[in-house]
């Protein structure tokens, strides 16, 4: 028997990058998905490539009440949420003092707000069938500090500590919280940064794209950090709870 055998997950930023690999990387496991992501032909093309069980729910993260009626639709459409998936995420780069209030508040509605909407969602469900996975993608970022990217760290601390609270709370109750935390992964959100780094500094793509490297000397894959979450969701991943699973060639070892 397929890992996710019967079922049924709900993948935000589904339509791109670590969002459409961990989608397709569910289906084939067995599971029937929901992809969500505001780019509806986007999350139309990786439902598809999921299989005739998997749909595509257009979705704003930062809307506390689509992200409500996105979880009911996945759960009447599939039968039950067993897996939610917190995927969808922004980053921006900039010096502290350059970072605007509206700047902050974009970054904390889609990187905590959005879990904070979804999960609340997705929890009664799962408490009610006695079982269910949240799993977060979160970064490194969770962990540690970095220059340039205040914002975009501090909503990956909170997230981190949103699932260890969770985690804690409803322990007892079946349910699993859990981060992914991967180093810099090779997706279009990258190449966004990259892009902002060569136009800011003068650096060539190569220069830019060194720091970023993990100590393997490489960006880590989209399949990588798929292959985690499906472990999460699975059973063989029940006893893993309010963890932070490194996905980053060893660069950070906490």
Same mark, same amino acid.
């Given at each position: 028997?397929?890992?996710?055998?019967?079922?049924?997950? !709900?993948?935000?930023?589904?339509?791109?990058?670590?969002? +459409?690999?961990? &989608?397709? =990387?569910?289906?084939?496991?067995?599971? /029937?998905?929901?992809?969500? =992501?505001?780019?509806?032909?986007?999350?139309?093309? $990786?439902?598809?490539?999921?299989?005739?069980?998997?749909?595509?729910?257009?979705l704003d993260v930062t809307d506390e009440t689509a992200?409500?009626?996105? $979880?009911? +639709? =996945?759960?009447?459409?599939?039968?039950?949420?067993?897996?939610?998936?917190?995927?969808?995420?922004?980053?921006?780069? *900039? %010096?502290?003092?350059?970072?605007?209030?509206?700047?902050?508040?974009?970054?904390?509605?889609? @990187?905590? @707000?959005?879990?904070?909407?979804?999960?609340?969602?997705?929890?009664?469900?799962?408490?009610? /069938?006695?079982?269910?996975?949240?799993?977060? $993608?979160?970064?490194?970022?969770? %962990?540690?500090? &970095?220059?340039?990217?205040?914002?975009?760290?501090?909503? %990956? *601390?909170?997230?981190?500590?949103?699932?260890?609270? !969770? =985690?804690?709370?409803?322990?007892?109750?079946?349910?699993?919280?859990?981060?992914?935390?991967?180093?810099?992964?090779?997706?279009?959100?990258?190449?966004?940064?990259?892009?902002?780094?060569? &136009? +800011?500094?003068?650096?060539? /793509?190569?220069?830019?794209? &060194?720091?970023?490297?993990?100590?393997?000397? +490489?960006?880590?894959?989209p399949d990588e950090v798929a292959a985690v979450c499906? !472990?999460?969701?699975?059973?063989?991943?029940?006893?893993?709870?309010?963890?932070?699973?490194?996905?980053?060639?060893?660069?950070?070892?906490?």
């Amino acid at each position: 028997m397929r890992a996710l055998e019967g079922r049924a997950a !709900l993948v935000t930023g589904g339509g791109r990058g670590i969002g +459409r690999s961990i &989608a397709l =990387a569910f289906a084939r496991e067995g599971a /029937r998905v929901a992809v969500a =992501a505001r780019t509806a032909a986007e999350i139309e093309a $990786v439902a598809r490539e999921c299989g005739p069980d998997a749909i595509a729910i257009p979705l704003d993260v930062t809307d506390e009440t689509a992200c409500a009626a996105a $979880v009911a +639709r =996945a759960e009447d459409e599939l039968g039950g949420l067993d897996v939610l998936v917190n995927n969808a995420g922004i980053a921006t780069s *900039h %010096k502290f003092t350059d970072v605007d209030t509206a700047a902050w508040r974009r970054i904390m509605a889609v @990187d905590l @707000d959005a879990p904070f909407f979804l999960t609340r969602a997705a929890v009664p469900g799962m408490l009610s /069938r006695g079982a269910g996975a949240v799993i977060a $993608v979160a970064s490194i970022s969770s %962990k540690i500090g &970095a220059p340039y990217i205040s914002a975009y760290t501090a909503a %990956k *601390h909170g997230l981190l500590g949103l699932m260890r609270a !969770l =985690a804690a709370e409803y322990a007892a109750k079946g349910l699993t919280f859990n981060c992914v935390c991967p180093g810099y992964v090779d997706t279009p959100m990258t190449e966004a940064s990259l892009a902002n780094i060569m &136009a +800011r500094t003068g650096r060539t /793509r190569e220069q830019a794209l &060194a720091p970023l490297l993990t100590p393997q000397g +490489r960006l880590v894959a989209p399949d990588e950090v798929a292959a985690v979450c499906v !472990l999460l969701a699975s059973d063989a991943g029940r006893g893993i709870n309010g963890a932070a699973v490194n996905v980053d060639g060893g660069q950070v070892q906490v």
